[in-house]
């Protein structure tokens, strides 16, 4: 858990009982800028910042891209937030896109870019309707969130859209949120060798 306290505060208290000190668990952030938040919560953009500095870029873009999604930030005040942010990790999070709909599918766009491979996100398809990613022309990558779909109607929707995206001249590669997070390289090496043949365009 992440906490942020003013510049000055020397110790957290325990939330149930304020005689006992916060275990040491917890990371604390001590800010000397007032928060935008409440007294007892930071706003949406204070805490990116925070994370911005202290997560990995492709977590806070995540993380970013969930909140412009719900529209919980705007893309003005997450560029306020990158302002005094170093070049180099300004560059990085500024390629954030509201578009996307779950960790999984932002994950693997961050992944793809720092590789070089630059995706489209949610691209409409007819007689199909939304895909997760699309690179070039006719790649298409679909990515499962956490919750794996059990219930049999929407494999058997996901794999007709399959069929459906195969018949317009388009590849599908689909890959689960335990790929992702957890056998990456499979997924980059199934990536890779789509493209290499030629499998991105028509």
């Not at 302002?83 to 961050?110: F, N, Q």
């Not at 691209?123 to 990558?141: H, M, P, Q, Y």
Request: positive net charge; hydrophobic residues 40%.
């Amino acid at each position: 858990m992440h906490v942020e306290v003013a510049e000055h505060a020397s110790r957290l208290r325990d939330s149930y009982d304020y005689r006992r000190r916060q275990s040491g668990d917890s990371i604390v952030h001590w800010n000397g800028q007032p928060s935008s938040g409440s007294d007892v919560a930071v706003s949406v953009a204070d805490a990116l910042r925070q994370m911005a500095l202290c997560a990995s870029p492709e977590r806070t873009i995540a993380a970013v891209d969930s909140a412009l999604h719900r529209k919980q930030l705007t893309m003005i005040e997450w560029s306020a937030v990158l302002a005094p942010l170093p070049l180099k990790l300004r560059g990085m999070l500024s390629r954030v896109d509201s578009k996307s709909e779950s960790i999984t599918e932002s994950v693997v766009r961050t992944r793809l870019a720092m590789l070089g491979i630059e995706t489209r996100t949610q691209v409409a398809i007819r007689g199909v309707g939304f895909v997760d990613l699309v690179i070039g022309t006719a790649l298409v990558i679909e990515v499962d969130g956490k919750k794996y779909h059990t219930d049999e109607g929407q494999f058997e929707k996901d794999r007709r859209r399959d069929a459906r995206l195969s018949a317009l001249g388009y590849r599908v590669l689909r890959f689960s949120y335990r790929q992702v997070f957890e056998r990456w390289s499979e997924v980059r090496a199934a990536i890779l060798a789509a493209i290499a043949r030629g499998d991105s365009t028509r």
